[in-house]
């Protein structure tokens, strides 16, 4: 397995905010709020629920590379 780079941590991170600052911005909630409300089953499932799922996996991509990031300073 291939270790990820900096750069690579760097781009995810600026992709994964740049989603989730347009859901925070449609839907006027932030992304920690959101996903809180979202893990606990609190939001419609109807029309939105692919808007969702998506901000959802987008946040997770966001929280897991800043924990990469974190680690790789720590290490580096």
């Known amino acids: 397995m291939e270790k990820i780079t900096i750069t690579e941590i ?26 809180e409300l979202y893990m606990q089953g609190l939001l419609d499932d109807g029309e939105h629920l692919a808007d969702f799922t998506k901000w959802a996996g987008f946040h ?12 790789h300073l720590i290490n580096y």
């Open 10 to 35: 760097l781009d995810d991170l600026r992709a994964a905010d740049e989603i989730t600052r347009r859901y925070e911005r449609w839907f006027w909630l932030s992304s920690a709020d959101f996903y």
């Open 60 to 71: 997770e991509i966001k929280l897991d590379r800043e924990v990469v990031l974190q680690e």
